[in-house]
């Protein structure tokens, strides 16, 4: 029971009915996600653009591209039209930004906004109070052409538990008050949270979407 299809099954076994997996292939080459995909999974996440780019030719059209990484502001227009789901929308300028490339190039792109609930100065995303305010403002009505479908959030990097349930429960409180404060958002349903070491707490909290690597894949070669 060692190969990337067996850890696949064990994962999915063990997964509610609901929620979706990413299989997290960054660092990994394109024979090890042709394993994956030969095992049934479409999803598969990178963080670098240059590898997702790179992989994508190698590997059947109906692959899903979800992009998970820090996406820097001059990597966007290469990245527009390759994603099925930018999952790691940091801020507001970045967001705007995929917002025009996406108009230009005649595309919309679907993206998660990240929030930022750690306690690591290095994490990336929206501070709680920043995501509330931007809902409030209903400043996503000024997009043209990206659909916001939910959030993405991180736990901090810790074995202490209490700390890791209290991140996820506080990235989905704030999942359901953008809900509650929108109504009216269409396709807001996706909380993207939990990685392989932690994604039972994140299910346990209202995660709907986890992104497994190392699970699958084994250690990463960096
Ligand atoms: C690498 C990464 C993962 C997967 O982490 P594993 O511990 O290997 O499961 C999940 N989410 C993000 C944002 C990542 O960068």
């Not at 990235?171 to 949270?193: E, Q, V």
């Amino acid at each position: 029971m060692n190969t990337i299809a067996d850890h696949i099954s064990q994962v999915l076994a063990a997964l509610p009915e609901g929620v979706r997996l990413v299989a997290v292939s960054k660092f990994h080459d394109a024979a090890a996600v042709r394993q994956a995909y030969d095992a049934g999974q479409r999803r598969f996440g990178e963080s670098r653009v240059q590898e997702l780019l790179a992989k994508a030719p190698l590997l059947p059209d109906d692959v899903e591209w979800h992009f998970i990484g820090h996406l820097q502001t001059n990597k966007v227009r290469q990245l527009i039209g390759k994603t099925s789901l930018i999952e790691s929308v940091d801020s507001e300028r970045l967001l705007e930004l995929i917002d025009k490339e996406s108009e230009r190039a005649g595309t919309v792109t679907r993206v998660l906004l990240q929030v930022h609930v750690a306690r690591e100065e290095t994490k990336f995303g929206f501070y709680p109070e920043e995501i509330m305010e931007y809902f409030r403002n209903r400043r996503f009505e000024q997009l043209k052409a990206v659909h916001i479908c939910g959030l993405m959030g991180m736990a901090s990097n810790t074995d202490d538990t209490d700390r890791v349930n209290e991140d996820f429960s506080a990235i989905h409180k704030i999942y359901r008050d953008i809900k509650a404060l929108c109504p009216d958002l269409r396709g807001f349903d996706i909380l993207s949270m939990g990685m392989s070491g932690d994604w039972p707490s994140a299910v346990e909290h209202g995660s709907n979407m986890v992104r497994i690597g190392t699970a699958i894949f084994g250690p990463r070669q960096y």
